[in-house]
Every structure is written in C-alpha cells, then in structure tokens.
C-alpha cells in the first residue's frame, strides 16, 4: 500500500544528544514536509521540500535540520540546538508543488527528551 | 498570517446528534482543508474546498466556505462513537504554508 512511513514510533533522547527522525514516502510525491504539534495545539512547519536536492525553513527550524538526497526520503535531525524538543513530529507529502493541495500524514514519531 | 482558528476548542455530543465546528481565518486563500487526527495519530484529510465553492459534501460530512466572512464550517452529521477525534482547519494560498488551527477536540458518547 501507498503511503508515509515514519520510524521510531517512540524515541527518547538525553540532553546534548542528536536524533534523527525517520520519513519514507512511496506516493511518489514532489514535496515533503516536517511539522511538530505539542499538547492542544496546531501543527508548526519545520522544515519542507518541494524537489529533491533543495529544502527551505519553516516557521520553527532553529534547532532543526533536514536532508533531501532522495525523492522518497526526508529525514529530520533535532540537534542539540533545539531547546525543547520534547513533542510529536509528523511528516506529511503532497502531490502538488507550490505548497497547494492535499496532504498525506504519518504516523508520527514521538520524541521525548530525558 | 492567514492562520485557522478553531471554534469550539472541545465539543462533547451524543451518539446520533450532529457535531458542528467552525474555522476562521485572516487574509485572503486558494483552499480550505479540513482533517481529522485520532489520538497519537496521523492527520487524515477529509475534505478540501476551494475559495470559489461554496458548500460541498462527502458523505456524512458538509463543509461550507463563506469568504466574505473568512469563515468555514464542518458538519458532521449522525455522529457516532468513531469520530471521536481532533479536527483541523488548514488553509493555503498558492506560494504559501500551509496554516493549521489549534483544532476542536469532539467527543461522541455512546
């Protein structure tokens, strides 16, 4: 089945620790983006990409960082950096360049920090 | 910002009623989208309207789009047990973010 696979489900990190986030699409998707969501609130984009090779920063992507090598693929690392990343990540692919169009979610990861 | 707001923050209903969730937002948009996230899940879509419809439908669900108002509407008709969830406005302008709201967190009682 098509879809957005995101690993681990779960992750705890210890203080001054990178991690990566894992995000695997087979819809054949140009864009791919990172959002995170904490308790009762909305999504806040981290980072996107809308071809292989190129991504631009979101509203929140101090502490973050993102890669791009191939189409089906864009992980997140939270760096050091990030000072509270304590929360859900989701990735999410769409059809549509130019930041228009459906969205296709994972599953989520969780990350929380020790 | 053209950010989406969601109006109630928490609705509780019971099995059989229809549930009723607004969305406001503040600058001008291509499409207005609507998705639904159980908890600890994924965000699923639901439905996607576009600035120049005004009302459209997929099965139990009406979403209406007034854009005079900035304002959009999710009704859910027959309610039942599995749809409790959180719901979420999300609007895009061509060359922009997307924008989610906080979400309304539904509750349907058996």
């Known amino acids: 089945d098509g879809g957005i696979t995101q690993s681990p489900k779960y992750l705890f990190r210890k203080e001054g620790q990178n991690v990566t986030l894992s995000c695997e699409q087979n819809l054949n998707h140009d864009a791919m983006y990172w959002y995170r969501q904490d308790p009762g609130q909305g999504l806040r984009l981290i980072y996107y990409?809308?071809?292989?090779?190129?991504?631009q920063k979101g509203d929140i992507a101090e502490g973050y960082s993102v890669s791009r090598e191939k189409k089906e693929s864009f992980p997140l690392t939270v760096t050091s950096a990030q000072k509270n990343p304590t929360a859900f990540y989701l990735c999410?692919?769409?059809?549509?360049?130019?930041?228009?169009?459906?969205?296709?979610f994972g599953e989520g990861s969780r990350l929380t920090v020790l | 910002s053209q950010q989406g707001e969601e109006d109630p923050q928490a609705l509780s209903i019971q099995e059989g009623e229809n549930a009723t969730m607004n969305c406001s937002y503040k600058?001008?948009?291509?499409?207005l989208q609507w998705y639904r996230q159980n908890s600890g899940r994924g965000l699923v879509h639901l439905i996607l309207i576009r600035s120049n419809e005004r009302e459209k439908h997929s099965g139990r669900l009406r979403v209406t789009l007034d854009t005079s108002k900035k304002s959009s509407s999710l009704l859910i008709t027959a309610s039942r047990a599995a749809d409790t969830a959180s719901y979420f406005c999300a609007t895009d302008k061509l060359g922009q973010n997307f924008v989610f709201g906080p979400g309304t967190r539904l509750s349907v009682l058996p």
């Open positions: 990409s809308q071809i292989v090779n190129d991504f």
């Open positions: 600058t001008s948009i291509n499409n």
């Open positions: 999410a692919s769409s059809l549509m360049t130019g930041l228009t169009g459906e969205l296709f």
